[in-house]
């Protein structure tokens, strides 16, 4: 199994995200020096199109291939097209190696402990995709969504009349990492949309989906919280 660490270098809300500094730290050496850890693992790549990026990958032991094509380095492409379109190449430089753990640059707050557990339940269960996965602190199906006229309407109106505790359970992507199959996640037009999705429910402390300015101070306090 091989690691492969998707890390573009324009990010637009947070400029040179998968680079900033965490704890004195570019928050992707944090995701590094920890994955360096994992004796399951056989490489640890990144994929960049930033030289920038790649020489402080490099220097926290991954290893970076030619740069990105520019046309999987823009705000386009989602995760189904690296993994049909620019992880083959990683695991051809593997020797063929089709086991993919998947990870987030920004996952920062994830122990050694963690990938292990997360590894021994992929093998055991051999599903097409585990997913880490935290619940939604209110279940989506009491969601409302704002119509053009301005007012809010049930997304989902035959729910809304139902006990939260007899209401399907529901999870979300954490936003950390994936193990899963190469070739067999190429058949599905979304990770989201495989057949066997199975997931790996991650604690609070752990989880952090860093999109915006607002989610980077959150993970800054998690931080700070298990560093102290």
């Not at 379109?85 to 993919?100: H, K, L, N, T």
């Not at 599903?127 to 309407?153: F, H, K, N, Q, V």
């Not at 599905?188 to 980077?216: G, H, M, N, R």
Request: glycine content about 4%; proline content about 7%.
């Amino acid at each position: 199994m091989f690691a492969y660490i998707p890390a573009r270098g324009g990010s637009r809300r947070i400029p040179k995200k998968n680079i900033k500094e965490l704890g004195g730290k570019p928050i992707v050496g944090h995701v590094l020096d920890t994955l360096a850890k994992l004796e399951f693992l056989d490489e640890i790549y990144l994929s960049t199109d930033d030289p920038e990026i790649a020489s402080i990958a490099t220097a926290h032991g991954a290893t970076c291939l030619e740069l990105r094509d520019p046309s999987l380095a823009t705000d386009a492409p989602g995760f189904i097209d690296l993994i049909r379109e620019d992880i083959p190449r990683f695991s051809e430089a593997s020797g063929g190696d089709q086991e993919v753990l998947f990870v987030l640059a920004t996952a920062a707050l994830v122990p050694a402990p963690l990938f292990e557990a997360a590894h021994a339940r992929y093998r055991e269960t051999d599903p097409d995709i585990l997913m880490s996965c935290e619940r939604y602190p209110t279940s989506p199906y009491w969601a409302l969504t704002e119509e053009p006229d301005g007012y809010l309407r049930a997304l989902f109106p035959d729910k809304v009349l139902i006990n939260s505790q007899d209401l399907p359970t529901t999870l979300a992507d954490a936003g950390l990492w994936y193990y899963f199959n190469l070739e067999r996640m190429k058949t599905f037009e979304s990770v989201k949309l495989a057949d066997q999705i199975l997931p790996f429910l991650v604690k609070d402390e752990y989880a952090c989906d860093v999109d915006t300015l607002e989610d980077w101070t959150e993970l800054q306090q998690k931080f700070d919280r298990l560093n102290t």
